[in-house]
């Protein structure tokens, strides 16, 4: 039996590190599975669309496809945008079977990634010593979303006994600038920021650019590519490989089955 083939389904910027940060992480993911069929797609401000990439699948006989949602945030994107992809692709390809997988999430896992960029920010910027930390990121409407970066955000101060903020570019408070004021105002003047973004972008820059302006000594790189990432992305794969075993064989459009949420 052929493995389905796995179609990366990014959300897409108009900066050109964004994309380039999704290739490299297929070209990682074909290394580490040169069995697989991986194609990168983009929901918005770049090419390929999902439409075009799973048009060329189908052409070429491909009969099953995992649609990977190359997201942390389990909020508008992933229960709207996505779905309505899936379901529009299964009906200008009716000879697929297509089965959208969970988003990536905020995994502990990638804590340790985290962990490593901030220490290369902390040796280039001559860091020694570090009083608070804040979790930076996008920011949702949904609050149970941003409850799963909080979670991370106080597992992450736990690893190094130190007090953490989550903080939210768009949608939520407090800001990355807002949470380092706070700090500061407390009198904690070491304040590190971390970037809990997949790649680099209009928001991540904004992290960046506001905190150092609140007095961040350090703001660390977005995740990036990774064997953490591409082992997580591998993951969600297989389980929503395995439930397209346990599909009808006539195509319809489905969305796998959330995995289970880890309780801090």
């Known amino acids: ?20 940060t999704v290739h490299a992480l297929v070209k990682c993911l074909r290394d580490m599975r040169d069995d697989l069929r991986i194609e990168a797609s983009f929901l918005d401000h770049c090419p390929p669309t999902p439409y ?25 994107h992933a229960k709207i945008d996505v779905p309505a992809v899936v379901d529009e692709a299964q009906s200008r390809f009716p ?3 297509i089965i959208a997988s ?13 962990d490593r960029r901030m220490r290369a920010e902390l040796k280039d910027g001559r860091v020694r010593e570090l009083d608070a930390l804040v979790l930076a990121c996008a920011g949702s409407s949904d609050s149970h979303a941003n409850a799963s970066v909080t979670r ?4 992450w101060g736990q690893r190094h006994k130190l007090p953490v903020t989550a903080a939210f570019v768009c949608a939520a408070s407090p800001s990355p600038a807002e949470a380092v004021l706070q700090w500061r105002l407390e009198g ?9 973004f997949l790649a680099p972008g209009v928001l991540p820059d904004q992290a960046e650019t506001t905190s150092r302006r609140a007095g961040a000594v350090a703001v660390s790189r977005p995740l990036g590519v990774s064997a953490e990432v591409a082992r997580l992305v591998l993951l969600r794969y297989g389980v929503a490989g395995l439930d397209l075993l346990t599909l009808d064989p006539a195509p319809r459009p489905v969305v796998a089955r959330p995995l289970l949420v880890h309780s801090a």
């Open 1 to 20: 039996m052929t493995a389905p083939a796995l179609v990366i389904l990014a959300h897409g910027s108009r900066d050109p590190r964004s994309a380039a």
């Open 52 to 76: 075009q990439v799973l048009g060329k699948l189908a052409a070429e006989g491909v009969e099953e496809v995992v649609v990977l949602p190359l997201l942390l945030s389990a909020a508008y």
């Open 95 to 97: 000879n697929l079977r």
């Open 102 to 114: 969970d988003v990536l999430g905020y995994d502990d896992t990638l804590l340790d990634v985290l």
């Open 152 to 155: 991370l955000a106080r597992l």
């Open 188 to 196: 904690r003047r070491h304040v590190a920021v971390g970037s809990l």
